[in-house]
């Protein structure tokens, strides 16, 4: 027989309080049972519980010691908002506790939230993709630490790829970090970002290269709670996205014929005479 009982696993977003989405807003404000960790979690997001909700500190307990609430929540029919910070899918340890809601018939749900590499990204005004330059972002964290990782998911082999890197729990070892990306082969004028405490109110973000990345962090006695940004997109421009641009079609919009014309001839010199889908690239044609 299912329980009445719900476990809401709540993204929290970076830090501010104003960052939560809506859902979570609404979540927190309807559960029984708040649960929180306030070595990661800015207390302001507090202010949408209930006055009467049971407010717990996560933050000296193991998963274990959160268990007993989700047994009572299972035998009392109560809803749980499970608050995490950034976004639960990422090293918010969600799966093992999802497994333990299951064994106990609790419904669950998770709430998504604003990651730390996005609002880092709008801090500093710079979208990560940017055409011609970087069209992927690797989110990883330094290997060594507490959690072990898989194989062949070093820094190192993730900065051949060139490309916007995302680097999370890695801030206490930042002469590695730097020695990876170097060795991985980002130039060392490479653009890069640290962020501490993102969004909350103590926040403090630095550009540097990824050659001064380690001084950068040194210099401000940073440990926890610090991202990394890397990689080219960080200071390009001159680019420009095909989607907005007059020469590309799609279903509410016809492309203007010689900027199609344009488009196709710098894709086929790109590609060495042979556009998108394999035909040969043609001056002049508006298909």
Avoid: N
């Avoid at 507090?46 to 268990?67: F, K, Y």
């Avoid at 540097?208 to 040194?218: F, N, P, R, S, W």
């Avoid at 014309?261 to 590609?271: N, V």
């Amino acid at each position: 027989m299912t329980s009445d009982g719900k476990v809401w696993f709540v993204g929290a977003g970076p830090g501010a309080a104003d960052l939560l989405t809506l859902r979570a807003a609404r979540v927190i404000a309807e559960a029984d049972i708040v649960i929180w960790a306030a070595s990661l979690v800015h207390a302001d997001v507090l202010a949408h519980a209930r006055p009467d909700a049971e407010i717990v500190d996560s933050s000296q307990l193991p998963i274990e010691g959160v268990l007993p609430l989700y047994t009572r929540a299972a035998e009392q029919g109560l809803t749980v908002a499970r608050i995490h910070s950034g976004d639960p899918a990422l090293w918010g340890a969600v799966q093992e506790q999802l497994d333990l809601c299951r064994a106990l018939d609790l419904a669950v749900e998770i709430v998504p939230g604003v990651s730390s590499f996005t609002a880092v990204a709008a801090i500093v005004g710079r979208e990560l993709t940017v055409p011609e330059v970087a069209q992927s972002v690797i989110l990883t964290r330094l290997e060594g630490g507490k959690t072990p990782m898989p194989p062949g998911e070093r820094v190192r082999d993730f900065a051949r790829h060139g490309t916007t890197m995302a680097l999370f729990l890695s801030a206490a070892r930042s002469g590695q970090v730097q020695a990876e990306l170097l060795a991985g082969g980002y130039p060392a004028d490479t653009p890069a970002v640290v962020a501490y405490q993102a969004t909350w109110p103590d926040e403090l973000v630095v550009r540097c290269t990824v050659g001064t990345l380690e001084a950068t962090v040194k210099q401000h006695r940073l440990w926890k709670h610090t991202l990394f940004l890397v990689g080219p997109a960080l200071a390009a421009e001159g680019t420009r996205s095909h989607l907005y641009h007059p020469g590309h079609f799609h279903t509410f919009r016809r492309a203007e014929p010689a900027a199609r014309a344009e488009l196709r001839r710098r894709a086929g010199a790109r590609t060495g005479g042979v556009q998108d889908g394999g035909e040969p690239a043609t001056p002049g044609a508006t298909s």
